[in-house]
T-cell receptor, first 113, second 112 residues
Framework: DGGITQSPKYLFRKEGQNVTLSCEQN?????MYWYRQDPGQGLRLIYY???????QKGDIAEGYSVSREKKESFPLTVTSAQKNPTAFYLC????????????FGAGSRLTVL | QQQVKQSPQSLIVQKGGISIINCAYE??????FPWYQQFPGKGPALLIA?????SEKKEGRFTISFNKSAKQFSLHIMDSQPGDSATYFC???????????FGKGTLLTVNP
């Protein structure tokens, strides 16, 4: 959606396995974000990056890792340390600065079997 | 610690009616209040936003009312349509970490 491609759309994982969710953008936005959405829980910030090669932890970073080697890409790895990884994961971008409009991708749904 | 409380959790409105979703916050350092709309299987999209120096902002059928003294803000959808059926999130920006904090969302269903 809006120049943000998240893949895969659906992913199934066995317990104990790491999985990487892809987020690619062609909007030339500086900032990228990862949110987790659970039913009735709103959107919770996992990690964000305002510039290449730099990123900060959000409110629920434990059990997750990210990298920002390119402006266009911000992959999220859900590690085996994440105790409850089943959720809908959303990537977002903006020009930088929280008051700028966040553009969200269509999301990736991860299910741990 | 929930910094933005949103209600109701779900709402059913008849076509043509008014939908009202409320949010309350505690942190007086919040200085930007956006609303997002999310359709099933999609990411949220910014609907409308307000700053605390105004009490109301209107865009088409959507209005934000802001009460700074009560630390409350609400979304009003006039002449609600079935196409408005979606999940709505309020959010607030500010505070020591200066990040967006989202409410838990309201599932709106508009019956034809």
């Amino acid at each position: 959606d809006g120049g943000i491609t998240q893949s895969p759309k659906y992913l199934f994982r066995k317990e104990g396995q790491n999985v990487t969710l892809s987020c690619e953008q062609n909007l030339n936005h500086d900032a990228m974000y990862w949110y987790r959405q659970d039913p009735g829980q709103g959107l919770r910030l996992i990690y964000y990056s305002q510039i290449v090669n730099d990123f900060q932890k959000g409110d629920i970073a434990e059990g997750y890792s990210v990298s920002r080697e390119k402006k266009e890409s911000f992959p999220l790895t859900v590690t085996s340390a994440q105790k409850n990884p089943t959720a809908f994961y959303l990537c977002a971008t903006n020009l930088g600065g929280w008051t700028n409009v966040l553009t969200f991708g269509a999301g990736s749904r991860l299910t741990v079997l | 610690q929930q910094q933005v409380k949103q209600s109701p959790q779900s709402l059913i409105v008849q076509k043509g009616g008014i939908s009202i979703i409320n949010c309350a916050y505690e942190n007086t350092a919040f200085d930007y209040f956006p609303w997002y709309q999310q359709f099933p299987g999609k990411g949220p999209a910014l609907l409308i936003a307000i700053r605390p120096d105004v009490s109301e902002k209107k865009e088409g059928r959507f209005t934000i009312s802001f009460n700074k003294s009560a630390k409350q803000f609400s979304l009003h959808i006039m002449d609600s349509q079935p196409g408005d059926s979606a999940t709505y999130f309020c959010a607030a920006l500010g505070g020591s970490n200066y990040k967006l904090t989202f409410g838990k969302g309201t599932l709106l269903t508009v019956n034809p």
